[in-house]
């Protein structure tokens, strides 16, 4: 895998700012390092799919669309009936099923370079990105591991509930300072902090 220049490198020596009140409720965090990849599979060929993501990943496609399944570093999220995310602290297993899947079978894509990962953390998470985004994040819908593709501040971005008050936002790279800039009014009222959580260094 290449090494890419944080599209956000710039904007995150800022720092983060308190709130109305005081305090910072809430942290944001580009999360880099990490891998992602596309996985299709065509017709007929599910079986030979399965087994192949199977031997590579360690688990098998989930069934359940955005609902992922989670072996060691690796996480398969099915976004359509014949595509799947995967995402990865590691991208040699990644590699290894770019190499080893037929192409009669389906199609590995590398993400990474063209996704930046965004996490939002705290109690006022889910009330910021309401702001944005047509989507119900009430807890009882929106559970932990669960994930969306949808649009925030006019963009298309894939959104995943990664913890009680943790949300992460896959962004394409070009309109990452975008979003960055319209997170940061969203928040200013609960106040926040700024992080870098760098997966490669672990």
Not at 88 to 103: C, D, I
Not at 108 to 113: D, G, H
Not at 173 to 180: G, L, S, V
Request: charged share 25%.
């Amino acid at each position: 895998m290449f090494d890419t220049h944080s599209a956000l490198a710039g904007i995150l020596k800022a720092g983060g700012r308190d709130g109305a009140r005081g305090g910072r409720r809430l942290r944001l965090t580009e999360v880099r390092g990490g891998h992602l990849a596309q996985v299709a599979v065509f017709p007929n060929h599910e079986g030979e799919f399965k087994e192949c993501v199977r031997a590579c990943s360690g688990v098998l496609p989930p069934v359940e669309l955005y609902r992922g399944v989670t072996h060691g570093d690796s996480r398969l999220i099915r976004i359509t009936q014949r595509q799947y995310w995967w995402i990865s602290s590691s991208g040699a297993s990644m590699l290894r099923l770019a190499r080893e899947l037929s192409s009669s079978t389906g199609t590995v894509t590398l993400l990474s370079a063209s996704r930046v990962r965004i996490r939002i953390t705290g109690s006022a998470a889910r009330e910021v990105l309401a702001k944005g985004m047509a989507l119900d994040l009430h807890p009882a819908v929106f559970e932990v591991g669960r994930s969306a593709q949808s649009g925030l501040h006019h963009t298309g971005i894939f959104l995943e509930r990664v913890g009680e008050d943790d949300y992460e936002i896959y962004v394409p790279r070009t309109y990452a300072e975008w979003i960055w800039d319209w997170l940061i009014d969203a928040v200013l009222p609960w106040g926040y902090d700024i992080q870098v959580e760098d997966l490669s260094a672990e």
